[in-house]
C-alpha cells in the first residue's frame, strides 16, 4: 500500500482577515493512497495560527504514523482510529491521513462514506463567511452572497468592539429579515467586551456567536454565556474529544463547531458529536482552508450526524482553484450534497494542480 503526498496551492479571492490575521494563499497537502487498485484521497489544511502546524510538520507526521497504518491487518474504522489517535503529531496531518484511508474502507464496501457513517440527511445548507473589513464592504459582499443563492452569512469579527456593533447592523440593514446572520471573533474580544457587543447585537438577530474569547479561558466562556442571549459556539477551544468534555464540564458553551483538521480527520468528529448529543449540546461543521477535496470529507460527515445542525462548509468557495474535476461535495445555492459514487464520491482530481511532493 503506497502513499504520495502532493501540495495544492490556491489563492483566496480576495485576501481574507480574521482577527487572528490575513490569508491570501494556502497550501494543502493531498494524500493519495491506494490499496488493490482502489485509490483514496485525503487533504491536511494546515493553520499555523489555530493548529500551530504547517506543511514540514505535516509530513513528518505522515511519515511516522503511515508505517503503523500499513501494519494493520484490516482497514477499520476503529483501527484507523486506535492508530492515529494514538499517535503524536499535526492533527491536520492525522485528517488527511484518515480521510484517505476511510475513502478506501467504504469504497471496499462500495457505499457513499456518509451512508456508512449514519446516513441522516442527504443535503445541507451551508453559511458563507465574509471576513473582516469595513462595516459598508461586508454590507456589500452580504448583498452580493444573497443574490448568489446564500441564505445564512458569517461574519467574521473581534478587531474592534464598537465597529463590531456597526459590522452586523449594516449587514442587517442591507440583507433584511429571512436571512441568518452568525458571527465569530475567533478569540477577539475580551470577556467584557464580548458581553458588551453582545448584548447590543442581540437586536439584530444573530444566530449564534462563535469563540468570542480566547481558546484557553474556560472561565471567560463560561461567564459570556451566562450574560448572553445569543447562543455561544466553541471553536478553537475544542479542537478533539478529550476537549469537547472539558468545555462541556464546565457547561462553557451552547455549541460545539467541529472541524475535520482539529479532530484528527471524521471519526473524532464523530466522537465529539456523539459526547455532545449525550450532553444536549448542539454541533456546528466548520473548516480550514480545505479545497473541495477536504471540504467533501467534511460534507460526508455533516451529511452523517444527526447532532451536526449547523453548516460552515465554504472554504472551497473563497478559492480561486479546486483540485477535483468531477464529483465530490456539489452546490445549489447555498445547498451542499453529494450526487453519487463509492467512498467520498470523487470522481475525478486534476494531477496537473498539484505538484508531487513524495512517496511513502
Ligand atoms: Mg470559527
Redesign the pocket.
Known sequence: MKAQVYLFNASYREPFTISLGTSTVTTNVIIRIEKNDIEGWGEASPSPRILRDDIDYIIKTLENIYPEIQKLDELTPEKIYEVIHSSSGSLSAKAGLEIALLDIWSKEIGKPLYKLLGGYRDFIETDITIGIMEPEEQAKRALRYVEEGFRIIKLKLGLDPDKDVKRVRTVRDVVGEGIKIRV?A?QGWSVKEAIKVIDKISDYDVELV??PVKYDDIEGLVRVKKESSIPIAA??SVKTPEDAIRVIKKEAVDII?IKLMKSEGILGAIKIASISEAAGIKNMI?CMGESRLGITAAVHTALAIRNIQYY?LDSDLLLTDDPVISGGALRDNSKRFIRYGKGLCIENIDLTKLKYHKEF
Open positions: 465569530d475567533n462563535e469563540q471553536d478553537e463547531n466548520g460552515d
